[in-house]
């Protein structure tokens, strides 16, 4: 069987970043695969008045660090057609619609469209009702629309803008991405979970003591100042990548692993948070923004930031979630920018065993915390390495009994990883294949704006004392202490 799809596309933002870095990349990957051969073809629209010529150009540019074949990349960029088009004028998806036509026919595309909406949020209705109401929508072939984060900025606007969406596309034609879902890690925390016996059956409050979540950056807002001080690392990252991976951690085993089965489990999991009172977010959820340090210079004087911005630049929390399973279990969770170093990692610390029989009179005498067995700590790098590490206590080699943690270590070899599909290449290929699986879906979107707009609000009510991190180091000192008053700490520390 042929793997071929078949579709148009149809970029909305074809000049943007996200398009020339992302998606024209990962288009091209799904080409020299195959998944892409002659029956697909592009349309890309924004408001500049390109030539396909110019456009073929920048398609070909965007190609540039993959090194391919001239020829190759010659004949792909044939597939791709400009259109100057603002969203907001009707009368160009007329147009839209008759070039549609015409690609459809001269590649024989069987009707089947994909939209991309690689813009600005607030143009998303307006993009959804000129697509119905100017018939640019098929009967005969698939229509799907891939949306960008972020998905609204509180609950009510999310709604908003689900409701507009949804006048036009039903909720199994709306891809929403994120990208943390589409990273070979992220999807592998379901095999490791549901794929091993050991994991299983210790994956609950039994056994596990906490599990964190840690998505650390090294750079600053850079170009996405604007954005980014209306938003802020609870916004930006929290409620969409870090409680979607708490979902995948803390689900129930899915009947079948299927996007209907996974999303039941997911949303169960997540109307299981239990949900702050306003009094209970200072105790439970800690704010950070960089100051200057060095050549760095804070947040505050960085290109494009309000001077007087409260905005957060690291976010830390304890989550908590009610069901049998995790009932006592914490979830830590923390992301900033200007921290110690790039990367994405989840550790799940288990229960010391009770007794160190090893050191037997320590324990029982002094309480000694330093006389009990290390935890064991099962880490899921997700990024810059993939792979899985495990921390165990061994016996050290010689005379005595005194025990020290070992590391089981697996990562993937590097020439897995430079096949392994980056996560856009992975979900516009889930997307030509009708699978939302690795998408979030409206009621999961909805339960985690509910959680994490009470923390907003009363944030929004009470001034910060900013700065109160350094760049470089892993956020204030209130995140540690976040834990300490639990009795845990992090496992990374800088
Ligand atoms: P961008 O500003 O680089 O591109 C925006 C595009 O929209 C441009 O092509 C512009 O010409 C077009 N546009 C603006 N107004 C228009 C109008 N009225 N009519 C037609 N076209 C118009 O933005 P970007 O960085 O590519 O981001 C696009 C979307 O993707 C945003 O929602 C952003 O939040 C999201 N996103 C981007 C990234 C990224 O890495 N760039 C990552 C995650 C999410």
């Known amino acids: 069987m042929s793997k071929e799809k078949i579709a148009l596309f149809t970029i909305f933002g074809g000049t943007g970043d996200l398009a020339q870095r992302k998606l024209y990349p990962s288009l091209f990957k799904l080409y020299q695969k195959g998944y892409l051969q002659e029956h697909f073809a592009v349309i890309g629209t924004a408001r500049r008045p390109w030539t396909n010529?110019?456009?073929?150009?920048?398609?070909?540019?965007?190609?540039?660090?993959?090194?391919?074949?001239?020829?190759?990349?010659?004949?792909f960029a044939d597939h791709f057609y400009y259109q100057s088009h603002d969203v907001t004028d009707a009368q160009h998806y007329i147009t839209l619609k008759k070039l549609s036509e015409k690609l459809d026919a001269q590649y024989g595309l069987e009707g089947n469209r994909i939209f991309y909406l690689a813009m600005a949020p607030n143009f998303f209705g307006t993009i959804a009702q000129h697509l119905r109401s100017e018939n640019i929508l098929t009967p005969n072939g698939f229509n799907r629309v891939i949306i960008e984060k972020p998905f609204g900025h509180d609950f009510e606007s999310a709604k908003e803008l689900n409701d507009q969406l949804?006048?036009?596309?039903?909720?199994?034609?709306?891809?929403?991405?994120?990208?943390?879902?589409?990273?070979?890690?992220?999807?592998?925390?379901?095999?490791?979970?549901?794929?091993?016996?050991?994991?299983?059956?210790?994956?609950?409050?039994?056994?596990?003591?906490?599990?964190?979540?840690?998505?650390?950056?090294?750079?600053?807002?850079?170009?996405?100042?604007?954005?980014?001080?209306?938003?802020?690392?609870?916004?930006?990252?929290?409620?969409?990548?870090?409680?979607?991976?708490?979902?995948?951690?803390?689900?129930?085993?899915?009947?079948?692993?299927?996007?209907?089965?996974?999303?039941?489990?997911?949303?169960?999991?997540?109307?299981?948070?239990?949900?702050?009172?306003?009094?209970?977010?200072?105790?439970?959820?800690?704010?950070?923004?960089?100051?200057?340090?060095?050549?760095?210079?804070?947040?505050?004087?960085?290109?494009?930031?309000?001077?007087?911005?409260?905005?957060?630049?690291?976010?830390?929390?304890?989550?908590?979630?009610?069901?049998?399973r995790w009932s006592g279990v914490p979830f830590y969770v923390r992301t900033g920018k200007r921290l110690?170093?790039?990367?994405?990692?989840?550790?799940?610390?288990?229960?010391?065993?009770?007794?160190?029989?090893?050191?037997?009179?320590?324990?029982?005498?002094?309480d000694d915390a330093d006389a009990h067995l290390a935890p064991n700590v099962l880490t899921i790098n997700v990024e810059p390495t993939e792979g899985v590490e495990l921390q165990m206590n061994a016996k050290n080699v010689g005379q005595g009994?005194?025990?020290?943690?070992?590391?089981?270590?697996?990562a993937h070899d590097s020439a897995a990883t430079a096949n392994s599909p980056e996560a856009y290449e992975r979900?516009?290929?889930?997307?030509?294949?009708?699978?939302?699986?690795?998408?979030?879906?409206?009621?999961?979107v909805a339960y985690s704006w509910k959680f994490v707009d009470v923390i907003q609000k009363y944030w929004d009510e009470?001034?910060?004392?900013?700065?109160?991190?350094?760049?470089?180091?892993?956020?204030?000192?209130?995140?540690?202490?976040?834990?300490?008053?639990?009795?845990?700490?992090?496992v990374y520390k800088s």
């Open 53 to 75: 010529e110019h456009y073929h150009g920048v398609i070909t540019d965007s190609l540039a660090s993959l090194n391919a074949d001239p020829a190759m990349v010659a004949k």
């Open 166 to 324: 949804t006048a036009t596309f039903n909720e199994d034609q709306i891809y929403r991405i994120d990208h943390y879902l589409g990273k070979e890690m992220i999807q592998n925390i379901s095999a490791i979970r549901f794929g091993n016996n050991i994991w299983e059956s210790l994956w609950n409050n039994r056994y596990i003591s906490n599990i964190q979540v840690t998505l650390s950056e090294k750079l600053g807002v850079e170009e996405r100042a604007v954005y980014y001080d209306n938003s802020g690392a609870l916004r930006d990252m929290v409620q969409n990548h870090i409680l979607q991976i708490l979902s995948l951690l803390t689900m129930d085993q899915p009947v079948e692993f299927t996007e209907k089965d996974i999303d039941v489990e997911k949303v169960k999991a997540l109307r299981s948070l239990r949900p702050l009172k306003p009094e209970e977010v200072a105790t439970n959820f800690v704010r950070g923004q960089y100051g200057a340090d060095g050549d760095v210079q804070a947040y505050r004087n960085e290109d494009k930031i309000n001077p007087d911005s409260n905005t957060d630049s690291f976010v830390a929390g304890k989550i908590m979630i009610d069901n049998f």
């Open 340 to 366: 110690a170093d790039k990367f994405t990692r989840i550790d799940v610390v288990f229960k010391r065993p009770i007794v160190n029989i090893f050191n037997h009179d320590d324990v029982r005498a002094n």
């Open 401 to 410: 009994f005194a025990t020290t943690p070992v590391k089981l270590n697996f």
């Open 427 to 444: 979900l516009l290929h889930d997307a030509l294949n009708g699978d939302a699986t690795n998408f979030t879906h409206w009621k999961e």
């Open 462 to 490: 009470h001034t910060p004392d900013f700065p109160n991190y350094r760049p470089g180091s892993m956020g204030p000192t209130a995140s540690d202490e976040l834990l300490a008053k639990d009795g845990h700490e992090w």
